[in-house]
């Protein structure tokens, strides 16, 4: 199984921006998609982005789409995702995920340990 290594996470105040980014310890060949997801206190996780490996489609969520942008860089076996104007309810832990399905539908089989990012108001 794949180990995903999440970096970048910190505070941050409202409006601010900070970069996340995963590092998969073993060759990506068999990964079909990496996302990001995240989990605040009293809440279920939820994907926040997602990228098809080869052929880079991307998915947001409604509550990121403009702010947030995911890209993979397929020879470091890395993906980020660069978070603009952060508003307080982006508070939470960030997972990384990565998706080994054949035909990829949307499910994810590996997990990162999280990073903590918090928006201050």
């Known amino acids: 199984q794949v180990q995903l290594e999440e970096s970048g996470g910190g505070l941050v105040q409202t409006g601010g921006s900070l970069r996340l980014s995963c590092a998969a310890s073993?060759?990506?060949?068999?990964?079909?998609?990496m996302g990001w997801f995240r989990q605040a206190p009293g809440k279920e996780r939820e994907l926040v982005a997602s990228?098809?490996?080869?052929?880079?489609?991307?998915y947001y969520a409604v509550s990121v789409k403009g702010r947030f942008a995911i890209s993979r860089d397929i020879a470091k076996q890395t993906v980020q995702l660069q978070m603009n104007s952060l508003k307080p309810e982006d508070t939470a832990i960030y997972y990384c995920?990565?998706?080994?399905?054949?035909?990829?539908?949307?499910?994810?089989?590996?997990w990162g340990q999280g990073t903590q990012v918090t928006v201050s108001s």
């Open positions: 995920a990565a998706s080994h399905q054949v035909l990829y539908t949307g499910n994810f089989d590996s």
């Open positions: 073993e060759r990506t060949f068999s990964m079909s998609a």
């Open positions: 990228i098809t490996w080869t052929a880079g489609d991307t």
